[in-house]
T-cell receptor, first 115, second 113 residues
Framework: DGGITQSPKYLFRKEGQNVTLSCEQNLNHDAMYWYRQDPGQGLRLIYYSQIVNDFQKGDIAEGYSVSREKKESFPLTVTSAQKNPTAFYLC??????????????FGEGSRLTVL | AQTVTQSQPEMSVQEAETVTLSCTYDTSESDYYLFWYKQPPSRQMILVIR??????QNATENRFSVNFQKAAKSFSLKISDSQLGDAAMYFCAFTGANSKLTFGKGITLSVRP
């Protein structure tokens, strides 16, 4: 079945370590997104990409990095520069390069805990 | 910058009753889209309903309907005949010319049997 796969579902890391969250989609969608979800904060946009080899910063990009080398893949790296990385991370995708009005398809999320 | 405000953190409804979830937004744009997304305990977000700003008719999807008041910048979700499966967190969201989807903080809806 088509969908978005995020891995791992749960991840623990020590302070000072970088960690990469995987996001793969087989929906043939052009646009992909990373959101961070914290209790009482809703979803906040980290990075998004509307086409391969191009991506833009969202509202809270500091301490994160991404790449978009393939249409189906949009990994997120949480670097040691991210001051408060413990959160739930959601990846999403949209058909077309102009996402206005389109339905976002979400993965099941990754829970990152920094020890 | 656009903002989306959901002022009620929690609501509760009796099964089979109707509940309305509130959302307001702020934008200077005239052409935009509004959405309600549902996040059940499984955490998988799904689209409930969407509204195009230039359409005056309120969107409906089965038991879900919206009350879109463009002048007041209000976009509330009405759930009729509430079911236990409606228990979830609901997010209001906005997208405008910059194509970035902005979410509200969400509201947790519980359904009493």
């Amino acid at each position: 079945d088509g969908g978005i796969t995020q891995s791992p579902k749960y991840l623990f890391r020590k302070e000072g370590q970088n960690v990469t969250l995987s996001c793969e989609q087989n929906l043939n969608h052009d646009a992909m997104y990373w959101y961070r979800q914290d209790p009482g904060q809703g979803l906040r946009l980290i990075y998004y990409s509307q086409i391969v080899n191009d991506f833009q910063k969202g509202d809270i990009a500091e301490g994160y990095s991404v790449s978009r080398e393939k249409k189906e893949s949009f990994p997120l790296t949480v670097t040691s520069a991210q001051k408060n990385p413990t959160a739930f991370y959601l990846c999403a995708s949209l058909p077309g390069q102009d996402p206005r009005g389109g339905e976002l398809f979400f993965g099941e999320g990754s829970r990152l805990t920094v020890l | 910058a656009q903002t989306v405000t959901q002022s009620q953190p929690e609501m509760s409804v009796q099964e089979a009753e109707t509940v309305t979830l509130s959302c307001t937004y702020d934008t200077s744009e005239s052409d935009y889209y509004l959405f309600w997304y549902k996040q059940p305990p499984s955490r998988q977000m799904i689209l409930v309903i969407r509204q195009e700003a230039y359409k005056q008719q309120n969107a409906t999807e089965n038991r879900f309907s919206v009350n879109f008041q463009k002048a007041a910048k209000s976009f509330s979700l009405k759930i009729s005949d509430s079911q236990l499966g409606d228990a979830a967190m609901y997010f209001c969201a906005f997208t405008g010319a910059n194509s970035k989807l902005t979410f509200g903080k969400g509201i947790t809806l519980s359904v009493r049997p």
